[in-house]
């Protein structure tokens, strides 16, 4: 998977169909990434467009060395951080899962949501650094070296993040988290 660069390259070869191709892959994923920090869900759209708006008003400045993906992200995340700044919100908060499936018995569903609230009170105990990480390799799959771009880092800085995290996580979880994790 490309993560929307071939799309891209038909946008700057004409095709207009293809901003929509890229707006339905990454526009919300952006828009919940951008979230987590400024904790805003039409503030997190409008930066989410704005880092969008940027690919199609300078069209120059994405050179595809990174997927499509990375370089949104980093454009999203320096907007979101900007946001802060400027609104004093202290970034990040709680990290969700998936939409469940449709069909669950109610039991199932119970003991996921509980799953589920238990690793997202875990994961808020971290560090901004290791949730961030967590968050970009793990709930948006990029890879080590996109991570690492997106938080400006590098490659074994993200895996360590990614090692202490799960480790802190199974002593925030417990016997429990064995499982979980």
């Not at 880092?51 to 454009?75: C, D, G």
Request: charged share 30%; with cysteine; net charge negative.
């Amino acid at each position: 998977m490309d993560n929307g660069a071939s799309s891209y390259r038909r946008f700057l070869d004409g095709d207009e169909h293809a901003i929509d191709e890229i707006m339905e892959e990454l526009f919300f994923p952006l828009v919940f990434f951008i979230n987590r920090y400024v904790q805003d869900v039409p503030a997190s759209e409008d930066l989410a467009m704005d880092a969008v708006s940027e690919l199609f008003v300078h069209p120059h400045r994405y050179n595809f060395k990174t997927s499509l993906k990375t370089y949104l992200f980093m454009l999203g995340k320096s907007r979101a951080l900007n946001y802060c700044k400027h609104r004093r919100i202290i970034p990040m908060e709680a990290l969700s899962e998936a939409i469940p499936a449709e069909q669950e018995d109610l039991e199932q569903k119970v003991l996921r949501d509980e799953r589920k609230r238990k690793v997202n009170a875990a994961l808020a105990q971290l560090p901004a650094d290791m949730r961030t990480a967590v968050h970009l390799v793990f709930f948006e799959d990029l890879s080590y070296e996109e991570a690492a771009r997106v938080m400006k880092k590098s490659r074994k800085q993200i895996d360590n993040l990614l090692y202490l995290a799960k480790k802190e996580l199974r002593r925030i979880l417990g016997e429990e988290g064995r499982q979980l994790l």
